[in-house]
């Protein structure tokens, strides 16, 4: 986005969602997901290089959380005062899911035009335009990832257990981060901020 923006639905490539009693299907050209709810099982076929399609079947069960990635590559360089740098992109937002065991299997992704804030600067040093327009893919995948939390009952990103060593708290009993001040669940406070 250079000065003004504005969003459309148009610049944005999407799967197809649809549901049919209690199976989601996610279709893409390369990719074909059906998550049935009521058994909690998730079909992933992925199109192989050479044709067929490779088959996963996994377990609501068997998973962790849902993960959200982000990515973007420049389309158009140029100058502004703050130096040489992108003035359009493309994005394109993941969401996938991770196993127990950490492995991660893609349903499906967002991709369209970005913006990128260039202000006067780029206008007047570079070749970006006042107006730019991207795509709603983020707008897209954070509402569906939403609904999928709810759907499949699983937490957006690596529970903190994962991430760190924790502990019970003692007055509560959630797990917490074994160096936490104080529980960021009940507000307990395990030790004295003057004695350190």
Not at 3 to 15: D, E
Not at 125 to 143: A, F, K, P
């Amino acid at each position: 986005m250079s000065l003004f923006g504005s969003k459309s639905s148009l610049l944005t490539l999407r799967p197809r969602l649809s549901r049919e009693g209690s199976i989601l299907h996610i279709n893409s050209s390369r990719r074909q997901v059906a998550i049935d709810l009521s058994r909690r099982n998730i079909l992933i076929r992925k199109r192989k290089f050479f044709g067929g399609w490779e088959e996963t079947l996994l377990h609501v069960d068997e998973l962790s959380h849902l993960d959200y990635g982000y990515k973007s590559h420049g389309t158009s360089w140029g100058m502004s005062f703050a130096g040489f740098g992108r003035q359009d992109e493309v994005e394109w937002f993941t969401i996938s899911v991770v196993t127990e065991s950490r492995e991660t299997h893609e349903l499906c992704s967002f991709f369209g035009e970005g913006a990128v804030f260039t202000g006067w600067s780029g206008v007047l040093l570079g070749d970006d335009s006042s107006w730019d327009v991207s795509g709603t893919q983020e707008e897209e995948s954070r509402s569906f990832i939403n609904e999928l939390k709810h759907l499949l009952d699983l937490p957006l990103g690596k529970p903190i257990e994962q991430m760190v060593d924790c502990v019970p708290c003692p007055e509560c009993g959630r797990n917490v981060a074994i160096y936490a001040p104080k529980c960021i669940y009940c507000g307990k406070v395990f030790k004295d901020p003057e004695s350190s």
